[in-house]
């Protein structure tokens, strides 16, 4: 178990640039989330997969935000057209299943910052 | 609408004493809860969980308490330990759903 890996750790971008973070889960796991977490704040879900399918999006993830998962393994965010307002940490995490004997397993998390 | 409150933002506990840390929910279709801690720069961790159907769940130093009727978990720590000195985040879901609501987190600080 190599754990869930995010890269990159950091990344600064200036206002208006485009952003793509990835995450490859824990190998077995077929659940994928990415949440966000800002200063003084829990994580907010963002989005999840089930092997390839997205199958639920918040109301936070506008459309500048896209979230893939071709294969069924790493999964890939895109933010494009990056405002000041994202600047945060983004978490991946993942599970083998839902419900009480699967808990999430999170990253270490992408922290952007857009100047 | 934030549904699930924890209203210490810090806490600060002597190393072998009791650290309690408080989480209040609204949406009383939650049924499990969780506890998840975080270190600076790292992933928030799994700590300890536990379903509507029961009131406490213990795994070692960690106990978690529930509360339905009030709508309030609580974690104990017994005894804290410096390695303890971490953020901690209490998590709902509800049946079915795939996405946990996270409070705003406690900063534990265990003093030696």
């Known amino acids: 178990d190599t754990g869930v890996s995010q890269d990159p750790r950091h990344k600064i971008t200036k206002r208006g640039q485009n952003v793509t973070f990835r995450c490859d889960p824990i190998?077995?796991?077929?659940?994928l989330y990415w949440y966000r977490q800002t200063l003084g704040q829990g994580p907010e879900f963002l989005t999840y997969?089930?092997?390839?399918?997205?199958?639920?999006k918040s109301r936070l993830l506008s459309d500048r935000f896209s979230a893939e998962r071709p294969k069924g393994s790493f999964s890939t965010l895109e933010i494009q057209r990056t405002e000041q307002g994202d600047s945060a940490m983004y978490l991946c995490?993942?599970?083998?299943?839902?419900?009480?004997?699967?808990?999430?397993?999170f990253g270490n998390g992408t922290r952007l910052t857009v100047t | 609408d934030q549904q699930v409150k924890q209203n210490s933002p810090s806490l600060s506990v002597q190393e072998g004493r009791i650290s309690i840390l408080n989480c209040d929910y609204t949406?009383?279709?939650?049924?499990?809860f969780l506890w998840y801690k975080k270190y600076p720069a790292e992933g928030p961790t799994f700590l300890i969980s536990?379903?509507?159907?029961?009131d406490k769940n213990e795994d070692g130093r960690f106990t978690v308490f529930l509360n339905k009727s009030a709508k309030h978990l609580s974690l104990h720590i017994v005894p804290s330990q410096p390695g303890d000195s971490a953020v901690y985040f209490c998590?709902?879901?509800?049946?079915?759903?795939?996405?946990?609501?996270f409070g705003q987190g406690t900063r534990l600080t265990i003093n030696p």
């Open positions: 998590a709902a879901s509800t049946q079915g759903a795939q996405k946990l609501v």
């Open positions: 949406n009383s279709m939650f049924d499990y």
């Open positions: 995490a993942s599970s083998l299943m839902a419900g009480a004997d699967s808990p999430l397993h």
């Open positions: 997969f089930q092997n390839e399918a997205q199958l639920e």
């Open positions: 190998s077995e796991h077929n659940r």
């Open positions: 536990i379903s509507s159907i029961k």
